[in-house]
C-alpha cells in the first residue's frame, strides 16, 4: 500500500507537471448554473441628471457574483413609458446597459423622473434606482406634427355633423409623445368617413415635402391609439405626388398612395411603413396608380388622414400624435 | 544501364487482416456460415415490500437461425459471396416470427494481379485515431461463462476481435516494391455510403479514407491516413452539409537484440469538422498525439510500456470516436418493472446479451455514454479532451502459461469543462491468464483461469456551490473453466461491477457542443455470475448449457434491488 501510493505520487509529479490546460473552458460556467449569487456592487447610473435632447445618454452599473440573466426596467412616473434592458452577465456597464432615452413600450418619456429597477430570472432580488430626464429624446426626421401647439393653420380638416363627435387637439397625461395628441371619433351612421385631417406641404412653406427621391429610404411612422372596447375604427393615410410638377395634385392623372390601418393593439403603438411599400387603394383594394407609377416621395405634396368606420358599427374613436417621415429607417423612438 | 529506382509493382499488402484470405481450395461453389440455437429461460425477482402485481415475473425466449452463404470463384481471380440469414423465434411456427434477410453480400477480387479490390459488405479498419472500433464497455473482458452470449451480439454486428467497422462501399490496395531506401509502400483506400439521402433533408452520407503505408525496413515504417466523413452536396433540398476530415501521420520504430527489444509506436494528427452553410454550427479544428515505447526482456518475460497523449477538446473523429453502444436504447427484457412499471435502467447483463443497444453507423457527434462503466475512456483513445500517461508492466514469458499485465493510467482533461480545473483520472488495471493444468506434469485437460480488475476514479476540487467531482468505479472479473472430461467443460464465471459518487455531466446540443450541465449521482453495483458447462464438437461446434443470476443494486434509484436469474442453452456452429 505504502508503494502504491508512492508510485501515484512520483507518477501524478510527472504527469500533471507536464500537463497544461487551456486557460477557457467548454460549455457554461458551473459557478453560473450552481455557484451562489450576491451582489457585489449595487446599481448605480452614470448619469441621473440626464439630456437626452442633447444627445446625452447613461449607462448602469452594478456586479455580480456569476453571470445570470437580468432585466433593468425603466418606468417614467409621469408617462408610463417604458425601457427595458436584458442581458446574461455577471456586470452591468456601458457595453451592456446604455440608456439613450428610447423606449420599448409606447409613450415616450418626457422630462420626469423615472424609476429603475433591476431584476434576475433564477432570483428574487431587486435592486432599485431612480434617475431623472432633463429632456426627452430628439428624433431625428420631417416632423409633421406632435399637436403640442395646436393644429397648423394651412391644414384642412373636416369632421361629420355626427353625434358625440370629437375632433380636435386634446391636452392629456396620456398622449403619446408630449402632452397633447388629436383625438378623433364619434357616430355617423350615414357614411364611412368621420372626419379627416389635410396635411399639404404648403402648410409647411414648400411645394413638396422636403424628402429624399428614394421610396426604399423615406418612412412614414405615426403613433395611433386605439380604445379597449372599441375596434371598428379605420384610419386610411394617403400620400399624394404632383408628378407633373404643376403644383396641384390631379387625381386623374397623378399618383395617390395609401395605406389602411384597422385599429388592433389596445392603447398606442407605432405604425411605420416604408414608403416603396404604400400601394394605390380604391376603397380599400389595390388598383392600378393613376400617374406614372413611380414611388417618388420627392414628390410628395399632401398627406390625407382620414379615419373611417362602417356607418352600422356605432361610436368609433382613434387617437392620432407624433406624424415624422423618417430617412434610411423606420421612427426608433 | 541506370536502374529504375522501383524494381516491380506487386501485390503486398490489401486490407491486412481485416479481410479474409482467399480461400485456396479449387472448388468454383462452397458454402460457409455459421448456426445456432439460443434458449432464455429468465425469472425477475424484486426486493420490494410492494407487490408487483403487473410484471410478469417469468420470461421465455429464444431463437434458431441459420446463416447460409454461398462462395462463388468464377475465376482464380474473382470471388463472390451471398449470405442470408434464416431466424425463427422459439414460438414462431408456420411462417409466424420468421425472417429471412439479407446479412452480407461481396464481390472481391483482383485486378490483373496487382489491384485488390472489395465491392459490397466489408469490414475495414484504419488507425485508433481514423477508424477503430472500439470494445464496448465493462462486458468486452468478461469470462468466457459471459463471453459465449457477448460472442452472438458481437458477431451479429460485426464486431471483430481486430476492431474493423463493418460498412458497405468499396475498397481497394495495392503495394510497390522498392529496390533501395525504402522497401514497399503499401496503399489502401475506402469509400463506403454511411446514410442513404431521403430526398428531403436528409443527403446522402459518405466515409473515405486513404492509407499510404511506408515500410522502410524491418526497424521503420511510417503512415499517412486520411479519412473524412461527409455529406454529398446537391443529394438533397439541405443547404447545409457535414464534413469532419482527419489527418494523421505513423511511425513505428523497432530494435531487438537476443534477449532485448524496443518498440516506438506514435500517431499524431488533427481534425477539422464543418457544417456547411449552417450559420450556427461551430467551425471546430484540434490536434492529438499519442505515443508508446516499449522495452521487453526475453528471458525474465518482462515488458514495460510508457505511453503519452494528448487528445485536444475539440477532436473529432467520427471513425473512432462512434460508440458500440447507443446508451438511448431501453432494454427488451423486463423493460418496465414494479407496479408503477418504471423504466429500467441498462445493466452489465443487458449489455452482455441483448443487441437492440449496439450501433452499426458512424455518427458524426459523440454519441452519449454512461459515466458509472466509463467515465476516463468512453470512446477509447480516441477520447477527446485527455492528456497524460499511462505505464503497463506486463509479464509474458512463452516458457510459462501465466501471462500478467498491469497497468497504471494518470490523465486530465486538457480544457476544463464549466470551470478551468480540469477533471483527473485515474485507472489502474489488471489482467491475468494462467493455464494451470501446465502446472500439473501430465494433466492435458484444460484448466483456465482468468483475473481482471479495473479501478477507475474522477476528480475535480469543488469550489462555492459548484460541487466537487469524485466518481469512483470498480470492475473485478474472474473466470475458471475446467476440462472434466475430454471435451467437456465446467464453467465459473462472476463479475462484479460497483459505483459511486458525482460528476457533473455534459449535455451537447445536435454539433456535440457543450450547452448545459446535469449533475450525476450514483450508488450502486451489479453482480453476475455463472456456473455451466460446456461440450465441444469441434473447434468450430459446441453446446452450452448455463445459470446465470444477476443482481442489481441501487441506492439511489426509484427502482428497488432485483435479481435476474437466467438459464441459457446455446447451441453454435461455424463451417
Not at chain 2, 14 to 26: M, P, W, Y
Not at chain 2, 504 to 528: P, Q
Request: with cysteine.
Amino acid at each position: 500500500m505504502k508503494y502504491s501510493l508512492l508510485f501515484s505520487a512520483i507518477i501524478s509529479l510527472v504527469v500533471f507537471s507536464g500537463c497544461k490546460t487551456d486557460d477557457e473552458f467548454d460549455g457554461p460556467s458551473l459557478n453560473d448554473l450552481y455557484g451562489k449569487f450576491s451582489i457585489v456592487e449595487p446599481l448605480s447610473a452614470s448619469v441621473y441628471d440626464v439630456d437626452f435632447g442633447t444627445g446625452q445618454t447613461t449607462f448602469f452599473k452594478a456586479s455580480f457574483s456569476k453571470n445570470i440573466a437580468w432585466k433593468l426596467n425603466i418606468t417614467g412616473l409621469e408617462s408610463g413609458a417604458k425601457k427595458e434592458i436584458t442581458g446574461f452577465s455577471n456586470v452591468l456597464d456601458a457595453t451592456n446597459a446604455t440608456w439613450n432615452g428610447t423606449i420599448t413600450k409606447l409613450p415616450l418619456f418626457r422630462i420626469e423622473d423615472c424609476a429603475v429597477e433591476l431584476t434576475f430570472d433564477t432570483e428574487t432580488d431587486t435592486l432599485r434606482d431612480t434617475l431623472h430626464v432633463a429632456s426627452a429624446r430628439i428624433n431625428e426626421g420631417f416632423l409633421l406634427s406632435d399637436f403640442e401647439d395646436g393644429v397648423n393653420p394651412g391644414w384642412q380638416s373636416f369632421a361629420q355633423s355626427g353625434a358625440s363627435m370629437s375632433f380636435a387637439v386634446q391636452t392629456s397625461d396620456s398622449a403619446a409623445q408630449g402632452a397633447k395628441y388629436f383625438d378623433m371619433g364619434g357616430v355617423v351612421d350615414w357614411d364611412w368617413l368621420l372626419g379627416y385631417l389635410y396635411l399639404p406641404a404648403s402648410a409647411y412653406g414648400a411645394t413638396t415635402y422636403p424628402l429624399s427621391a428614394n421610396p426604399d429610404e423615406v418612412f412614414f411612422n405615426s403613433m395611433i391609439y386605439k380604445s379597449e372596447s372599441l375596434s371598428n375604427g379605420i384610419l386610411l393615410f394617403q400620400f399624394t405626388e404632383d408628378d407633373n410638377g404643376d403644383g396641384t395634385f390631379t387625381s386623374a392623372n397623378e399618383d395617390m398612395y395609401s395605406i389602411q390601418v384597422t385599429l388592433s393593439e389596445n392603447g398606442w403603438s407605432q405604425l411605420s411603413v416604408k414608403y416603396s411599400d404604400l400601394a394605390t387603394l380604391v376603397n380599400g383594394s389595390p388598383a392600378t396608380p393613376a400617374g406614372n407609377g413611380v414611388h417618388e416621395p420627392n414628390k410628395l405634396s399632401q398627406v390625407n388622414v382620414l379615419f373611417l368606420k362602417n356607418p352600422s358599427s356605432g361610436y368609433a374613436h382613434t387617437r392620432l400624435d407624433y406624424l415624422i417621415f423618417t430617412q434610411g429607417a423606420p421612427l426608433v423612438p | 544501364m541506370k536502374r529504375t529506382f522501383y524494381t516491380r509493382l506487386i501485390l503486398v499488402l490489401l486490407l491486412g487482416s481485416h479481410v479474409s484470405a482467399q480461400a485456396q481450395d479449387d472448388k468454383k461453389i462452397s458454402f460457409t456460415g455459421a448456426a445456432r440455437s439460443l434458449f432464455y429461460a429468465d425469472k425477475l425477482t424484486q426486493d420490494t415490500s410492494a407487490i408487483d402485481t403487473v410484471t410478469i415475473p417469468k420470461l421465455n425466449s429464444g431463437h434458431v437461425l441459420v446463416d447460409l452463404g454461398i462462395n462463388i470463384r468464377p475465376n482464380k481471380n474473382t470471388e463472390i459471396l451471398a449470405m442470408v440469414r434464416l431466424r425463427n423465434d422459439y414460438g414462431g411456427f408456420w411462417g409466424s416470427g420468421v425472417t429471412f434477410d439479407l446479412r452480407q453480400m461481396y464481390v472481391k477480387g483482383v485486378i490483373g494481379g496487382i489491384v485488390k479490390y472489395q465491392l459490397g459488405d466489408f469490414n475495414y479498419r484504419m488507425t485508433r485515431y481514423t477508424m477503430w472500433n472500439y470494445d464496448q464497455e465493462v462486458i468486452s473482458n468478461a469470462p468466457l461463462a459471459f463471453q459465449q452470449q457477448t460472442d452472438l451480439v458481437n458477431y451479429d454486428h460485426f464486431y471483430n476481435s481486430d476492431h474493423s467497422w463493418r460498412q458497405q462501399g468499396a475498397s481497394l490496395g495495392f503495394a510497390l516494391q522498392f529496390s533501395r531506401f525504402v522497401q514497399e509502400l503499401q496503399v489502401n483506400a475506402v469509400t463506403t455510403r454511411v446514410k442513404t439521402s431521403d430526398f428531403g433533408l436528409t443527403p446522402d452520407r459518405l466515409f473515405s479514407g486513404i492509407n499510404l503505408q511506408l515500410v522502410q525496413s524491418k526497424y521503420l515504417e511510417a503512415g499517412f491516413n486520411y479519412v473524412n466523413l461527409y455529406d454529398v452536396p446537391g443529394t438533397s433540398k439541405n443547404a447545409s452539409g457535414f464534413q469532419n476530415p482527419v489527418y494523421t501521420g505513423t511511425l513505428q520504430a523497432r530494435y531487438e537484440t537476443k534477449n532485448w527489444e524496443a518498440k516506438l509506436d506514435a500517431e499524431f494528427g488533427n481534425s477539422k469538422t464543418r457544417f456547411k452553410n449552417d450559420t450556427l454550427a461551430p467551425d471546430w479544428k484540434d490536434k492529438f498525439m499519442d505515443g508508446s515505447a516499449t522495452i521487453s526482456q526475453n528471458q525474465t518475460g518482462l515488458h514495460v510500456t510508457v505511453n503519452a497523449k494528448i487528445v485536444g477538446s475539440a477532436f473529432r473523429s467520427p471513425g473512432a470516436q462512434t460508440k458500440r453502444i447507443d446508451y438511448n436504447g431501453l432494454p427488451q427484457a423486463y423493460q418496465r418493472i414494479t407496479s408503477n412499471q418504471d423504466l429500467r435502467q441498462l445493466t452489465m447483463l443487458d449489455l452482455m446479451r441483448e443487441s437492440s443497444f449496439y450501433n452499426l453507423q458512424f455518427h458524426p457527434y459523440l454519441m452519449d455514454f454512461a459515466p458509472r462503466y466509463d467515465n476516463i475512456t468512453p470512446y477509447g483513445d480516441a477520447t477527446p479532451n485527455r492528456q497524460g500517461m499511462t505505464i503497463k508492466l506486463k509479464y509474458a514469458k512463452k516458457s510459462i502459461p501465466v501471462t500478467a499485465e498491469f497497468a497504471h493510467s494518470q490523465l486530465q482533461e486538457v480544457r476544463g469543462e464549466g470551470t478551468l480545473m480540469p477533471r483527473k483520472f485515474n485507472r489502474n488495471t489488471f489482467t491475468l491468464d494462467a493455464k494451470l493444468n501446465e502446472f500439473f506434469k501430465g494433466w492435458k485437460k484444460q484448466i483456465h483461469l482468468t483475473l481482471n480488475y479495473r479501478d477507475d476514479k474522477t476528480n475535480r476540487e469543488g469550489e462555492d456551490l459548484v460541487k466537487a467531482v469524485d466518481l469512483k468505479t470498480n470492475c473485478l472479473s474472474a473466470g475458471l473453466e475446467i476440462e472434466v472430461l475430454k471435451s467437456f467443460d465446467l464453467l465459473f464465471g462472476i463479475q462484479q461491477l460497483s459505483y459511486k459518487g458525482f460528476d457533473y455531466t455534459a449535455v451537447r446540443n445536435t454539433y456535440s457542443e457543450i450547452f448545459n450541465f446535469s449533475e450525476y449521482r450514483v450508488d450502486g453495483n451489479e453482480t453476475l455470475q455463472a456456473i455451466g458447462a460446456r461440450y465441444r464438437f469441434s473447434e468450430k461446434t459446441f453446446l452450452s448449457a448455463q445459470l446465470n443470476q444477476f443482481q442489481s443494486k441501487n441506492a439511489l434509484s426509484s427502482l428497488p434491488d432485483y435479481s435476474i436469474k437466467q438459464f441459457m442453452l446455446l447451441f453454435q456452429m461455424k463451417f
